[in-house]
């Protein structure tokens, strides 16, 4: 009851360990000292509510998330979900092309649906490059505890 009378909103462990994983990544960087880092890694694992977490990743540059991004698992995800992205535009393409050329139309419609999603494959391989996310639902936005979460 305690949360609905003070309007805060309990954090889980999910999201502890996501501001956790912000943080060593941070620490990875050298922007964090071990010794604070430690402290804040506490602090994330104390943590009751949601509010609490915020705090510890307000000084560092994008909420510590470009870092969490440029880290090897998370670029190696990024690639493995850009290849799945490629792999269904083509089949997806294939399919249209597939139906276009047994139904013997002259004009190439398939073109209105080919073009944008290669745009998305170009786009997506664009966020790649910069250290960004693409529709991955944790770190949209500004994480568990920012805006991303009172819309969902």
Do not use: C
């Given at each position: 009851m305690e949360g609905t009378q003070t309007g805060r909103i309990r954090?889980?462990?999910a999201e502890r360990e996501q501001t956790a994983e912000v943080l060593r990544?941070?620490?990875g960087e050298g922007r964090l000292p071990?010794?604070?880092g430690e402290a804040r890694m506490t602090a994330v694992y104390a943590a009751v509510?949601?509010?609490e977490l915020a705090p510890l990743t307000a000084d560092l540059?994008?909420?510590g998330l470009p870092a969490l991004a440029r880290t090897p698992e998370r670029r190696a995800a990024a690639r493995r979900r850009l290849r799945a992205h490629a792999g269904?535009?083509?089949l997806v393409s294939g399919v249209l092309i597939a139906i276009w050329a047994t139904t013997g139309a002259h004009f190439f419609w398939p073109v209105f649906?080919?073009?944008p999603l290669l745009l998305s494959v170009f786009k997506h391989a664009a966020v790649n490059r910069t250290g960004g996310t693409w529709h991955h639902r944790d770190w949209h936005g500004?994480?568990?505890w920012g805006p991303y979460d009172r819309f969902h």
């Amino acid at each position: 009851m305690e949360g609905t009378q003070t309007g805060r909103i309990r954090t889980s462990d999910a999201e502890r360990e996501q501001t956790a994983e912000v943080l060593r990544a941070a620490m990875g960087e050298g922007r964090l000292p071990l010794d604070e880092g430690e402290a804040r890694m506490t602090a994330v694992y104390a943590a009751v509510y949601r509010d609490e977490l915020a705090p510890l990743t307000a000084d560092l540059p994008g909420r510590g998330l470009p870092a969490l991004a440029r880290t090897p698992e998370r670029r190696a995800a990024a690639r493995r979900r850009l290849r799945a992205h490629a792999g269904a535009v083509m089949l997806v393409s294939g399919v249209l092309i597939a139906i276009w050329a047994t139904t013997g139309a002259h004009f190439f419609w398939p073109v209105f649906a080919i073009v944008p999603l290669l745009l998305s494959v170009f786009k997506h391989a664009a966020v790649n490059r910069t250290g960004g996310t693409w529709h991955h639902r944790d770190w949209h936005g500004h994480g568990p505890w920012g805006p991303y979460d009172r819309f969902h």
